[in-house]
């Protein structure tokens, strides 16, 4: 089958979509397929992938490529990127990997035409049932996969830290969240070690709200870490804590904490429940109460974290890659077939 993806934005960018797009193609090709991906991402290195990917493509390159496919593949829904299929009738798959309309916001004109969009795609794709049920048309959920020959387990680690929050230091994270439920901690006696992954513009901020809550001992901020380093550090921590104010669409980094062995507490608006499943357990978003109770109860109970660890082999089954990129390709050979 001739795959050709469309994602606006690609390695080397960082982030979810970039990540989730090319596990996909590197996937589809080891699964015995033809893939090309054309984003609008440039590069001044030379690609090396196992798929030729066309960067900020002419116009007739884009045409050609969507004569060349036996249908498109496209990461959300990008206007700019459809009108090849005006011209050349390929059947179109949408994946969904964000909101168009944000869960209780008004419906712009954008997020309409978005919508209105769905209804020509042969098939529609969402990793969450918060996204799917967004979308005004029917819609496959397959959840996201995570790069399982990054992230698992490592014996030899010392499992020896408390808290581990990965992300991007901006105020939807929910971090000033994370470090206010740590003085109501240890106004209970409790100490825990927090271990701040990341960078962003919020770092300066936190930095300060450490110092105001007299917590400087229990945090650490260590920037960005990348590929086994970052597992290793994961491997390392019992909890994991995603405190999105943000209704957050999926949640990858939640299984990337799980995969590491660690038990996850997340917010439990939007998708992040799904990628969390019975791993760990969820709080209401921005509420610090409610988050200190569940890290409290946790803390202060290792059968627990135990608990929660049972179900980690079923539940990442579900999200290898392999296994994600296998029933992506069931439903795009029953378009074609």
């Known amino acids: 089958m001739k ?9 080397p960018r960082i982030g979810g979509i970039e990540v989730i797009m090319f596990t996909l193609a590197h996937e589809f090709v080891a699964q015995g397929h033809d893939v090309k991906l054309i984003t609008h991402t440039p590069n ?21 490529l969507t004569r060349w496919c036996d249908l498109c593949l496209h990461a959300c829904v990008s206007l700019k990127a459809l009108w090849p299929l005006l011209i050349v009738k390929k059947p179109l798959v949408l994946t969904h990997h964000t909101w168009y309309q944000y869960p209780g916001s008004k419906l712009t004109w954008q997020a309409a035409l978005k919508h209105w969009v769905t209804r020509f ?7 969450s049932q918060a996204i799917a049920a967004q979308l005004p048309v029917p819609v496959k959920v397959i959840p996201n996969s995570y790069q399982d020959d990054v992230f698992y387990e490592m014996p030899e680690v010392n499992r020896d830290q408390e808290l581990v929050f990965l992300g991007r230091l901006v105020s939807d994270k929910g971090v000033d969240l994370l470090l206010n439920s740590l003085k109501l901690l240890k106004q209970q006696g409790l100490e825990p070690n927090l271990t701040i992954i990341g960078q962003g513009p919020e770092e300066s901020n936190l930095r300060k ?21 970052l597992a290793r550090l994961l491997n390392a921590h019992k909890i994991m804590i995603v405190p999105s104010l943000w209704q957050e669409p999926f949640g990858i980094v939640a299984l990337e904490g799980i995969a590491c062995g660690c038990v996850v507490v997340g917010s439990e608006q939007g998708g992040l429940k ?12 921005g509420n610090v109460e409610a988050l200190t109770q569940v890290l409290a109860e946790l803390l202060l109970n290792d059968s627990k974290l135990n608990m929660y660890r049972v179900h980690r082999e079923i539940h990442l089954a579900k999200h290898k890659a392999a296994s994600v990129a296998k029933t992506y390709l069931q439903v795009l050979e029953g378009i074609i077939q």
């Open 3 to 11: 795959i050709l993806i469309y994602s606006s934005v690609f390695i």
């Open 44 to 64: 001044n290195k030379t690609d090396s992938f196992p798929f030729q990917v066309i960067r900020c493509p002419t116009i007739t390159q884009f045409l050609e």
């Open 121 to 127: 795609a042969a098939t529609n794709i969402a990793p």
């Open 209 to 229: 709200q450490v110092q105001t809550l007299g917590i400087v001992e229990q945090v650490k901020f260590v920037g960005t870490q990348f590929g086994k380093a």
């Open 274 to 285: 799904d990628a969390i499943g019975l791993c760990g357990l969820t709080f209401t978003n």
